[in-house]
């Protein structure tokens, strides 16, 4: 017989939630979903619900560089786990933008969780209110008006972060509501699964049949194949109907640049083996790509033929025309594809085998480039830099990044990314001193690997105290500082400007202030020490330690593909 005093269910509910406020729902929320860490920057109510249940608390040195932060972690576990950013309300949102924006337009999926002014004064001005102002740099933007409403909008927000397009989801949480107790149970909230759309059997078969008709198609293998973990799948589709396969920036390392098939990267700056055979194409397979254009990547001539693979039907047809379009995840759609072609289509017959082209026109292309690689050139050529960051770190168990122009345009086109998430590639837009950010995050996500970034002085004078963030959170990553004195490649945007008064100049000293902030600090200026700076320094990340070598170069404004 039941005991007559037992508490019904409601009462039970009640009695374990009285001393539950908002923010504490919210932090077990995020226990449930496993997140490890909360980035971001005080104040929020988020950081202290956290930490009673062990969600560790990475404290950034703005708000910018947390968004960097959780973007690297994202990017690193291709969205598997997830990234959480929060931020005070009024100048921590406001601060935050630009991160946001930088991840939106690299469609990097990651919740958003800013706090908000008290309700009913949130549109008061000059209040400012996230869930008005970043509409358009989020895939969903809400705030929460009252307590009881949490379980649905975390339920709903995290499902969001989970499916579709990849990018940042934001959830406003005003401090008044976050103070107030909540009736719901962190253990009650159900994990949202990440849906992985097919395309239609029919679809499957055009582009299938498509490809096998053409006389010289290529993959244009887009950040997608990363985030849907589909590098095996691409790799065996290549093999299967010998296609070779080029990345863009974003989705370096989907294909490994090691393999004979590989083209290497269509940015801005490229191999020569990118050009030939985008120019030889007549089929364009864009896979896990939405085609945007942008400065940054080489464009699709107009006289392809493109089929386009993505998530978001928004990208179809909407910077080129194109022959087919498809709907479905990366890894998907790629099953399909192989499934069929070993059911219906084996025996292949005879097919082009590029693989030999490829290797003569990379090897050609590397011929010209080596005296630039090698050089002994003082102040030391950025390519000599690249080139010894090559042949000191394993790319197979490392993670590379690099800043915004020139070390991006330097880098790309010559590191070899041999295997899934070994390079964070990024720049539809390209804000000076992202690229820090990302390797922490990366770091945090990885913490066996060796992880690098490559960036100007431009781009330190923006993040650089953010070194500090490593080394405090015992993130130890190394950094390559370039430092020329000038800001790389703008004297020819303001040429007057530059003449009269050397608007293009900067100065300063980098490595003393990286062992200011507790890292260690260390300025090459000849050739031949730079290997074994780059060598002492991965031993000190290796114990522990965040480490920076400052580079002297001289400004180079020759990039392959370009020049």
Known sequence: MADGNQAKPAERLSAQTQAMNGAQYVAGVLKEEGVKQIIGFPASELFDASAELDIRPIIARTQRVAVNIAEGYARATAGRELAVVTVQYGPGAESAFAGIAQAFNDGVPMLFLPTGYPRGSEAVAPNFESRRNFTHITKWCEAATRVADLPKLMHAAISRVRNGRPAPVLLELPVDLLAEKVDALPADHRRPR????????????????????????????????????????????????????????????????????????????????????????????????????????????????????????????????????????AASVLKQMIDLIRRDYLPLGERPRPAAEIAAIREAFMEKWMPLLTSDSTPISPYRVVWEIMQTIDPRNSIVTHDAGNPRDQFCPFYVASSPGSYIGWGKTTQLGSGLGFAIGAKLARPEATVVNLMGESAFGMVGLDFETAVRCNLPVLTVVLRNNVLGGYAKSMPIATAKYDANRVTGNYAPIAEALGGYGECVTEPKSLRPALLRALNRIAAGQAALIEVVTHEEPRLAGLW
């Open 194 to 329: 990440r849906s992985k759309p097919q395309a239609d059997d029919g679809e499957v078969a055009r582009l299938v049949e498509t490809l096998l008709e053409a006389k010289n198609p290529i993959i244009w293998a887009g950040q997608g194949v990363l985030s849907a973990s589909a590098s095996q799948e691409l790799v065996e589709l290549a093999e299967l109907l010998n296609i070779p396969v080029m990345t863009t920036p974003n989705g370096k390392s989907g294909f490994p640049e090691d393999h004979p098939l590989a083209l290497g990267t269509a940015g801005r700056a490229r191999p020569a083996t990118v050009d030939h055979f985008l120019a030889k194409s007549d089929v364009v397979f864009a896979l896990g790509s939405s085609l945007t254009r942008s400065y940054y990547i080489l464009p699709v001539p107009d006289d392809k033929i493109i089929l386009q693979v993505t998530l978001d039907e928004a990208d179809l047809g909407k910077d080129y025309a194109i022959a087919q379009g498809v709907i479905g995840d």
